[in-house]
Structures are given as structure tokens and as C-alpha cells.
């Protein structure tokens, strides 16, 4: 199946979760990382049980704090 992650058409095996993602993606700090599929936030704790569908966008965002 095509996903669009982060800008970029890829090919992936079919049912694919949004955790199995994240590891083939080698995304740095999983553990801080947010994610939307189809410009819906998809929560951390839902990673494991969401399966992606052909034709789905991802993004991975990361909230970073500081400032003065």
C-alpha cells in the first residue's frame, strides 16, 4: 500500500499500524513523537491498534518546550 509520510510517497506492507510506522521510520524519541493520520491526532496509546489504510497521510510532530 502508498502512505504519504512526512511529504513522501512510500510503499508499506498492508496492515500496517501506526507503531510499526514509527519503528520503520526510525523516528528519533518515540516516545515524545505525536501523530496524524489524514490530519486527525492519533493518541500515543492507540498507536499499536490503529491500522493504516492505502492512500493514508502521515505526519510526526514533536512539542518542544523552552523559551525564556
Do not use: H, Q
Not at 12 to 22: H, Q, S, W
Not at 35 to 43: C, S, Y
Amino acid at each position: 500500500m502508498k502512505l504519504t509520510v512526512t511529504g513522501n510517497v512510500k510503499e508499506y506492507k498492508e496492515g500496517l499500524t501506526v507503531g510499526e510506522l514509527i519503528e520503520a521510520e526510525d523516528v528519533k524519541t518515540p516516545m515524545y513523537v505525536t501523530a496524524a493520520v489524514n490530519d486527525e491526532f492519533i493518541e500515543s496509546g492507540d498507536f499499536a491498534s490503529t491500522v493504516l489504510k492505502d492512500n493514508d497521510t502521515v505526519e510526526f510532530l514533536y512539542f518542544m518546550g523552552g523559551g525564556r
